[in-house]
Antibody, heavy 118, light 106 residues
Framework: EVQLVESGGGLVQPGGSLRLSCAASGFTFGSYWMTWVRQAPGKGLEWVANIKQDGGEKYYVDSVKGRFTISRHNAKNSLYLQMSGLRAEDTAVYYC???????????WGQGTPVTVSS | IQMTQSPSSLSASVGDRVTITCRASQSISSYLNWYQHKPGKAPKLLIYSASSLQSGVPSRFSGSGSGTDFTLTISSLQPEDFAIYYCQQSYSTPLTFGGGTKVEIK
């Protein structure tokens, strides 16, 4: 059974940093692109970043470029999102998802909440 | 690429046929996916490549369209279908979602 479990969310002050993790199981992690998607309170879904199987390609939404870094450790079946320079508008539930590239995100985690507030 | 969904919300009864539309700001061929999202749950992929039904999704869900105009249809709305539905283009980065359509009980 495919499972994705996010962790690392919490309350952080503006300008602070946080590292989210996503533990994957039930599939060959290194064979898939992976993605982070977020949902701010009362808002819709927003794609944040994705990463190729070998980590050699990474893409970001403009609003997080230069502040967030997506990475992966295939031997540990883990996906990460290092977030720095956090702003109030980064407050959201962050989901990791298995990315079939053109064919959508077929498995999602339950999400981890991030709150940026003083 | 901007994705515009309509309506933003709708009220319908169990058994109704429901149609949600999604328009892309430029052609995305058939690189269009549909998701269902319920509060507190993980989003669920319903349709990929505009019209292909994801494994395990009931056949009352269907998708159509290509280029810039797409449709998600629920042929007979069931109680478990009340949720928010999102389209998403997978043609080019940044990969964008539509604003969502909330399907509520009439």
């Amino acid at each position: 059974e495919v499972q994705l479990v996010e962790s690392g969310g919490g309350l952080v002050q503006p300008g602070g940093s946080l590292r989210l993790s996503c533990a994957a199981s039930g599939f060959t992690f290194g064979s898939y692109w992976m993605t982070w998607v977020r949902q701010a309170p009362g808002k819709g879904l927003e794609w944040v970043a994705n990463i190729k199987q070998d980590g050699g390609e990474k893409y970001y939404v403009d609003s997080v470029k230069g502040r967030f870094t997506i990475s992966r450790h295939n031997a540990k079946n883990s996906l990460y999102l290092q977030m720095s320079g956090l702003r109030a508008e980064d407050t959201a539930v962050y989901y990791c998802a298995r990315d079939t590239y053109y064919y959508g995100y077929d498995y999602w985690g339950q999400g981890t909440p991030v709150t940026v507030s003083s | 690429i901007q994705m515009t969904q309509s309506p933003s919300s709708l009220s319908a009864s169990v058994g109704d046929r429901v149609t949600i539309t999604c328009r892309a700001s430029q052609s995305i061929s058939s690189y269009l996916n549909w998701y269902q999202h319920k509060p507190g749950k993980a989003p669920k992929l319903l349709i990929y490549s505009a019209s292909s039904l994801q494994s395990g999704v009931p056949s009352r869900f269907s998708g159509s369209g290509s280029g810039t105009d797409f449709t998600l249809t629920i042929s007979s709305l069931q109680p478990e279908d009340f949720a928010i539905y999102y389209c998403q283009q997978s043609y080019s980065t940044p990969l964008t979602f539509g604003g969502g359509t909330k399907v509520e009980i009439k």
